[in-house]
Nanobody, 122 residues
């Protein structure tokens, strides 16, 4: 049974930075893809933020491209989301999900964490 636990969220002013962590247990992250999602306040949809593929490039949504990036520490079985130049629209609950795979129209995952709250003030 896999488990993912996020941390690092908080309240930050616009233009600030945060680094979120996702500690994975129950499977080895280094051979799997992992995604970071955001659930905005009052919305049920989960917005895909960034994906890190095993041995491959990091891809992020247009809304965060150039500001967010993902890294991994395979020895710690942990992934990170570095968020720079934060904006109020980045506010939401961020969670990580893995293993991740692509379907014809979207992505699916086996496990996800409970999330960590990020609030960006104007």
């Amino acid at each position: 049974q896999g488990q993912l636990v996020e941390s690092g969220g908080g309240l930050v002013q616009s233009g600030g930075s945060l680094r979120l962590s996702c500690v994975v247990s129950g499977f080895m992250l280094d051979v799997h893809s992992l995604a970071w999602y955001r659930q905005a306040p009052g919305k049920a949809d989960e917005d895909l933020v960034c994906i890190t593929s095993s041995g491959g490039p990091v891809t992020c949504s247009d809304s965060v491209k150039g500001r967010f990036t993902v890294s991994r520490d395979n020895a710690k079985n942990t992934a990170y989301l570095q968020m720079n130049d934060l904006k109020p629209d980045d506010t939401g609950v961020y969670f990580c999900a893995a293993p991740l795979w692509a379907t014809a129209t979207s992505y699916e995952y086996d496990y996800r964490g409970r999330g960590t709250q990020v609030t960006v003030s104007p």
